[in-house]
T-cell receptor, first 112, second 117 residues
Framework: QQQVKQSPQSLIVQKGGISIINCAYE??????FPWYQQFPGKGPALLIA?????SEKKEGRFTISFNKSAKQFSLHIMDSQPGDSATYFCAVPSYNTDKLIFGTGTRLQVFP | ETGVTQTPRHLVMGMTNKKSLKCEQH?????MYWYKQSAKKPLELMFVYNFKEQTENNSVPSRFSPECPNSSHLFLHLHTLQPEDSALYLC????????????????FGPGTRLTVL
């Protein structure tokens, strides 16, 4: 079973700080790496995703960085806000089952 | 109504009860999924359907029985559950299964919070 290793498991950041979450994968069917954000009591929602033709994608305060040779990608949240407090999941297209494989999740808490 | 909807949002049941969870997607997708999410555990994929056909069952106990009558609806029938089955049950859909970000991107419903007494 393909695994996606996500770290850290939990993260506490002060308001205005940078939150960094990392994911590593073994194999992937194609280069597409989405991040999902989940608030308590809600389902995960697609936050941002990176496509194969770029090594970095930025949307507002959220940036994905992708290192293909290392098989790693990360989510950076700049100027972190209390409203960013949620659980974040990375995902990777499965190499042999044609669906997304999710990381174990990172619980982010941003304190004022 | 758009997106993926799930009913009920909350369910409390005894171990001898029979209940069903319902999921409906309004996105025109062909693939649907059931996940179990327990506290402090990763998302556990339970079942996958593509074009109404079950393509994956991740060793889920038989007390969970999925049903997919059409590409827009997915049910999870529950019977003789155990307290450890208490969790958030999430439904998701994607365009279909296959190569391409458009195919695999999953859209989740809000979940059903299940408590088994």
């Amino acid at each position: 079973q393909q695994q996606v290793k996500q770290s850290p498991q939990s993260l506490i950041v002060q308001k205005g700080g940078i939150s960094i979450i990392n994911c590593a994968y073994e194999n992937t069917a194609f280069d597409y790496f989405p991040w999902y954000q989940q608030f308590p009591g809600k389902g995960p929602a697609l936050l941002i995703a990176i496509r194969p033709d770029v090594s970095e994608k930025k949307e507002g305060r959220f940036t994905i960085s992708f290192n293909k040779s290392a098989k790693q990608f990360s989510l950076h949240i700049m100027d972190s806000q209390p409203g960013d407090s949620a659980t974040y999941f990375c995902a990777v297209p499965s190499y042999n089952t044609d669906k997304l494989i999710f990381g174990t999740g990172t619980r982010l808490q941003v304190f004022p | 109504e758009t997106g993926v909807t799930q009913t009920p949002r909350h369910l409390v049941m005894g171990m001898t009860n029979k209940k069903s969870l319902k999921c409906e997607q309004h996105l025109g997708h062909n693939a649907m999924y059931w996940y179990k999410q327990s506290a402090k555990k990763p998302l556990e994929l339970m079942f996958v359907y593509n074009f109404k056909e079950q393509t994956e069952n991740n060793s889920v106990p038989s007390r969970f029985s999925p049903e997919c009558p059409n590409s827009s609806h997915l049910f999870l029938h529950l019977h003789t559950l155990q307290p450890e089955d208490s969790a958030l049950y999430l439904c998701a859909s994607s365009q279909d299964l296959g190569a391409g970000q458009g195919s695999v991107t999953q859209y989740f419903g809000p979940g059903t919070r299940l408590t088994v007494l």
